[in-house]
């Protein structure tokens, strides 16, 4: 069976509960699906003062290697100043090994992230991440406009072409919508679906 990591970091909640949609996604589309998180690297006291949740319910990852387990690896990071998080860039930066071997070469690849605003930096997060993954020899897969749920002004909400996107406004008190989860799970499962066809 096609086997498909879900990678994250969340801070607050708002990008795991993203992870768990992608996962339920990866799942209809017939594939297995992992999830698991980057390591925390912020001291204790800065992530005690800001309020972060921890990431309750998911293992961490083994370490970079474990990629190359995979038949796909869909990433999701908050944005910081419209990019990934140190947290996740840490862990990219530790996958020079991988990159070597060219061990992730032909995996599918993904992306969602979570945002304060609606104008946050969303697009240019999700390239942040897309980029270590066509480096990487990805295959990448976008949230297309087959999910039309992306499209129109009546309500807030996240997505992109690039990837699933949610927005948790300033103090972080929106949590993903339903259309916002419907996208996750759409990415998850065409993921899969690519995943299938390209090592079936």
Not at 13 to 37: L, P, Q
Not at 80 to 98: C, E, H, I, K
Request: proline content about 4%; overall charge negative.
């Amino acid at each position: 069976m096609t086997k498909i990591l879900v990678l994250y970091y969340s801070s607050y909640g708002h990008t795991s509960a993203m992870a768990e949609a992608v996962a339920e996604g990866v799942r209809e589309g017939g594939a297995e699906a992992v999830i698991r998180h980057v390591p925390e690297t912020a001291p204790a006291e800065v992530a005690k003062n800001a309020g972060f949740t921890g990431m309750p319910g998911h293992e961490e990852i083994e370490g970079p290697d474990a990629l190359a387990e995979y038949d796909g690896i869909v990433v999701g990071s908050p944005t910081r100043y419209g990019r990934m998080t140190s947290q996740m860039a840490s862990f990219w930066d530790q996958t020079g090994g991988l990159w070597m071997k060219g061990a992730l070469i032909g995996k599918v690849g993904a992306a969602f992230t979570s945002t304060a605003s609606q104008h946050g930096g969303q697009e240019t997060t999700l390239m942040s991440i897309l980029t270590n993954l066509l480096h990487m020899g990805c295959t990448v897969v976008g949230l297309d406009y087959g999910f039309q749920g992306q499209m129109g002004v009546d309500e807030v909400k996240g997505g992109a072409p690039y990837g699933a996107t949610t927005i948790a406004d300033g103090d972080g008190s929106r949590h993903p919508s339903k259309t916002e989860l419907d996208g996750a799970r759409y990415l998850g499962k065409r993921v899969a679906q690519t995943a299938a066809k390209l090592h079936g």
